[in-house]
């Protein structure tokens, strides 16, 4: 199944999933959990880098890609009340969590 | 008003009345019955933990609109964000925190991509022995994987321009592809592409000849 950058995944209260994005960035998702992938570019021949995704609930396991490696300024993680700059490589991950 | 409050007046004037009842307001204000203590609030946590696989730690910073900012640094160093606060000092989160919050995503972790250096003969387009025998563990490591995915990417080192070189590291992932499905991989999994000279493996200045950037690398996830 092919992810495309706007997607929004979602996991129900028994749910669990895990994605491997094209650079190899793993994203996890525990039950109950929303996640958008704002924006995704992998195109190192024409400089285009660039990761931006939003934890809007429940909680991620995210371990970083090429992209973090090449242009670790292009790498942002939002969740409601931050934004994450990542430079290297596993973050555990919770929005609005009790 | 609580039961225990109750005043009865005799005889007083509308103003007094007014003013009795204010400090009767006053004085009845508690004991309230006992609430439990409101639930904390929910807050965003961002967690640093070493690397699954080679155990490294990264950093991560953690901003908010306010532009305070928090680093990450240490194993296990924790920070909360509340909305409209500022990220808490970071701590380390216990591991059992750790299980208790997060173990069903840590379950769901895709295995890590695999990834092969595949190398060509100079000056051709024949493989190393070394990237010969290197075929078909690639094929088994995609038959062992559900939903298996390859990306063949050609990459060259920075001697010429970057133009022909992303046209010879497509050339060169091309022939890998080739390989790979004679070898009984299906055409839909792969992605092919190139990155030229544009993702060394080894950094160098421009027009440095290095054999180990001239390579395809084909990634299983």
């Given at each position: 199944m092919a992810l495309q950058q706007g997607d929004v995944l979602r996991t129900g209260a028994d749910g669990k999933l895990g994605v491997t994005l094209k650079d190899g960035t793993r994203l996890s998702l525990g039950p109950n959990t929303e996640v958008a992938l704002k924006s995704f570019a992998f195109s190192p021949a024409d400089r285009?880098?660039?990761f931006v995704m939003s934890v809007?609930?429940?909680?991620?396991?995210?371990v970083s890609g090429r992209i973090a490696k090449l242009a670790p300024d292009a790498v942002k993680i939002e969740t409601p009340t931050s934004v994450i700059g990542v430079r290297g490589t596993h973050l555990l991950l919770g929005a609005a969590q009790p | 008003m609580s039961r225990f409050c109750r005043l009865t007046i005799h005889r007083a004037s509308r103003l007094t009345l007014a003013v009795g009842l204010g400090l009767l307001a006053a004085r009845c204000h508690h004991p309230a019955p006992q609430a439990p203590p409101p639930p904390p609030a929910a807050a965003?946590?961002?967690?640093?933990?070493?690397?699954?696989?080679d155990g490294t730690l990264g950093r991560a910073t953690v901003g908010v609109a306010s532009g305070a900012v928090v680093e990450l640094a240490e194993a296990r160093a924790s920070t909360r964000v509340v909305a409209g606060q500022t990220?808490?000092?970071?701590?380390?989160?216990?591991e059992d925190e750790i299980a208790r919050r997060f173990a069903d995503a840590q379950a769901a972790r895709p295995l890590p991509p695999q990834q092969f250096l595949l190398y060509f003969q100079s000056g051709g387009?024949?493989?190393?022995?070394?990237?010969?025998q290197l075929v078909p563990q690639i094929v088994t490591t995609v038959a062992g994987r559900p939903f298996a995915d390859v990306s063949i990417i050609g990459h060259t080192d920075t001697t010429g321009d970057s133009t022909s070189n992303a046209a010879l590291g497509a050339r060169r992932a091309n022939l890998i592809r080739d390989r790979l499905v004679s070898a009984g991989l299906a055409l839909g999994q792969i992605e092919v592409g190139s990155h030229g000279e544009s993702n060394l493996l080894v950094p160098t200045a421009d027009n440095v000849n290095e054999p180990r950037n001239r390579r395809v690398e084909v990634t299983v996830r």
């Open positions: 285009q880098l660039g809007v609930k429940g909680v991620v396991d995210y | 965003d946590l961002i967690v640093l933990v070493p690397d699954p696989d990220p808490s000092a970071p701590t380390p989160m216990p387009d024949e493989l190393t022995p070394e990237s010969v």
